[in-house]
Each structure stands twice: as C-alpha cells, then as structure tokens.
C-alpha cells in the first residue's frame, strides 16, 4: 500500500473516532438549543420548585441538637408519656420543672417500673413529702448536656443540688453505664435543652 493510500486511510479513522466521540456532544448541545419553549419552560419551573433535600439533618445542628429534636424540651419527653408520671408528679410538685429553662440539663429519669420496686408505703411516704421529693428529684438532674458516650467517659458529676454522684460504666450495672447505682436502660433522648436518659430505679 503507498504511503498517500495509508495517510489516507489514517485520516478517514481519526474523522470516524472524533465523529463518536463528539456526536453525543453536539446531540446534546444542539437538543439543548433547538428544545421548544414549553420543554425548557418545564425543565425550569421544575428547578424552581424543587424543594432541596438536608443530606445532613440526620447528623444533627452544629450546637448537637438532632433535627428531629430542635423543637423538643426535655419536659416534653418526660411528661404525658404515661411512663414517668411519679417523676413527672414529683418535678411539678418541687417546682424543680420551672427551674430548667435557659440552659441544658441531662435527665435521669426512673420509669413508673422504676419506682414500682419501692415499697408502697415508701413511695407514698415520698410522694407526700416535698422536700424529700425535692432532695431526690436534684439528684436526677445535671446541668449541661451529656450523651451515652460523656456519660462512659466520666467518673462523677454535680446534681442540681451541688452533690456530686458517681456516673460511668459500672459494675453493679452489669459494665453498662450508671449514676448514683442505678442502671441506665434507655440513652440519648434527645431534646432542643438537654438529653433524657431512663433509669432502672430511683437515686435515693
């Protein structure tokens, strides 16, 4: 074959390889241009009314607050729910639910079960004492904000009543994590003010 018929040959496969490699390129560019207006005018009142989706909401606000969260107090998880309602009887009764607003406070809440292991005698005993209420309530409360995994790295932490319990992973909570020898059983409760977590007997 003579050298005019191989550069010949040549150029005919460099035009077909650019031809397949440019052709959905110019389709494209040229659907885009000759496209009839209510196409175009539908692509962009689709732009306009798409609502965009927040990737990152499940991670949470920048201050730790979940979304799902942000409009929670921690009074909200802990009342109403028909599961904390001596711990609920007892924060209205102290005027301790008045006290949390302004700031973060962890919660450690004992479930209606919870106090159920008290004797009826005893738990009517408290129920008809404010200040005893008042003095067991404080010690249920933190100011500040702590999750499961604060609570495992801590040793101890000040009550609402300035005492200082000891909170952490504990042995007598079978290496899960405990305050004031209780059990913790439920964690992270999340709320806008705070972190609920559920206990498996009072403070006393």
Request: charged content about 25%; overall charge negative; proline content about 6%.
């Given at each position: 074959m003579s050298d005019a018929n191989v550069t010949q040959s040549n150029r005919l496969v460099l035009f077909l390889g650019l031809a397949m490699a440019l052709g959905p390129l110019t389709a494209l560019s040229l659907g885009n241009k000759y496209a009839d207006e209510e196409t175009r005018e539908r692509a962009n009142a689709?732009?306009?009314?798409?609502?965009?989706?927040?990737?990152?909401?499940?991670?949470?606000?920048?201050?730790?607050?979940?979304?799902?969260?942000?409009?929670?107090?921690?009074?909200?998880?802990?009342?109403?729910?028909?599961?904390?309602?001596?711990?609920?009887?007892?924060?209205?009764?102290?005027?301790?639910?008045?006290?949390?607003?302004?700031?973060?406070?962890?919660?450690?809440?004992?479930?209606?079960?919870?106090?159920?292991?008290?004797?009826?005698?005893?738990?009517?005993?408290?129920?008809?004492?404010?200040?005893?209420?008042?003095?067991?309530?404080?010690?249920?409360?933190?100011?500040?904000?702590?999750?499961?995994?604060?609570?495992?790295?801590m040793q101890q932490a000040r009550t609402l009543d300035g005492e200082m319990i000891p909170v952490g992973t504990s042995s007598e909570a079978g290496g899960h994590i405990g305050v004031g020898g209780a059990g913790v059983v439920k964690t992270n409760l999340f709320a806008a003010d705070g972190v609920v977590h559920v206990i498996d007997r009072p403070i006393m």
């Open positions: 689709g732009l306009e009314n798409a609502e965009p989706v927040d990737v990152l909401a499940r991670y949470g606000k920048p201050n730790g607050v979940p979304s799902y969260a942000s409009d929670k107090h921690v009074l909200d998880l802990v009342t109403g729910s028909g599961l904390f309602d001596d711990f609920e009887t007892m924060l209205t009764a102290t005027g301790i639910a008045d006290q949390l607003t302004g700031g973060d406070y962890t919660l450690f809440v004992p479930s209606d079960e919870a106090f159920s292991r008290m004797s009826p005698e005893q738990r009517a005993a408290l129920l008809n004492d404010k200040d005893a209420m008042s003095r067991i309530v404080s010690k249920h409360i933190i100011p500040g904000r702590y999750t499961a995994t604060d609570l495992m790295q």
